[in-house]
T-cell receptor
């Protein structure tokens, strides 16, 4: 088991373009989280899945953001029509299950919108 | 809305000094975790506390969960430059037998000068 893997590590895109990030969680983990983090701040919750079901999406998240977890395995986070304010570190984490919330994080994807 | 406020936000100390970081909320959590994050990396789990009043020690780090399970503290004795990083608390609540999403505190950026 190699832990949580995120790709790409870095992404630079022009404003208005669409981007997609991928997260491969620890294989036996049921929960998968997406967070957004800016420098020196705590991770901000975006959305999370229990297996393939998306249980909650942050109300702060615009309709330009969408996430999927087909078959309860890997997950993708897509941002459409990117804006400069979307520039941040996007973190993925997985945890074992409903009663064990200990989260294991990937190294994140650093998005820069120019 | 559940919020976890950490204090102080920034802390710069000399090697060998002691420090305490606080994590406070008006909400009750079924468990609370502490993470440490280094630049360009995802957060790494340090400890989980579950029982009100619980105290856990990890070498020079002492973690305490408040009696009402609404707050927590992290105390570092004789800080070392290797302790430098962003310290994050995170909590999850339980509702109807199911555990809700994991939310993070605002973060405490610690710099230990040699």
């Amino acid at each position: 088991d190699t832990g949580v893997s995120q790709n790409p590590r870095h992404k630079i895109t022009k404003r208005g373009q669409n981007v997609t990030f991928r997260c491969d969680p620890i294989s036996e983990h049921n929960r998968l989280y997406w967070y957004r983090q800016t420098l020196g701040q705590g991770p901000e919750f975006l959305t999370y899945f229990q297996n393939e079901a998306q249980l909650e999406k942050s109300r702060l998240l615009s309709d330009r953001f969408s996430a999927e977890r087909p078959k309860g395995s890997f997950s993708t986070l897509e941002i459409q029509r990117t804006e400069q304010g979307d520039s941040a570190m996007y973190l993925c984490a997985s945890s074992p299950g409903q009663k064990n919330t200990e989260a294991f994080f990937g190294q994140g994807t650093r998005l820069t919108v120019v | 809305t559940q919020l976890l406020e950490q204090s102080p936000q920034f802390l710069s100390i000399q090697e060998g000094e002691n420090l305490t970081v606080y994590c406070n909320s008006s909400s009750v959590f079924s468990s609370l975790q502490w993470y440490r994050q280094e630049p360009g990396e995802g957060p790494v789990l340090l400890v989980t506390v579950v029982t009100g009043g619980e105290v856990k020690k990890l070498k020079r780090l002492t973690f305490q969960f408040g009696d009402a399970r609404k707050d927590s503290s992290l105390h570092i004795t004789a800080a070392q430059p290797g302790d430098t990083g962003l310290y994050l608390c995170a909590g999850a609540s339980t509702y109807g037998g199911a555990t809700n999403k994991l939310i993070f505190g605002t973060g405490t950026l610690l710099a230990v000068q040699p």
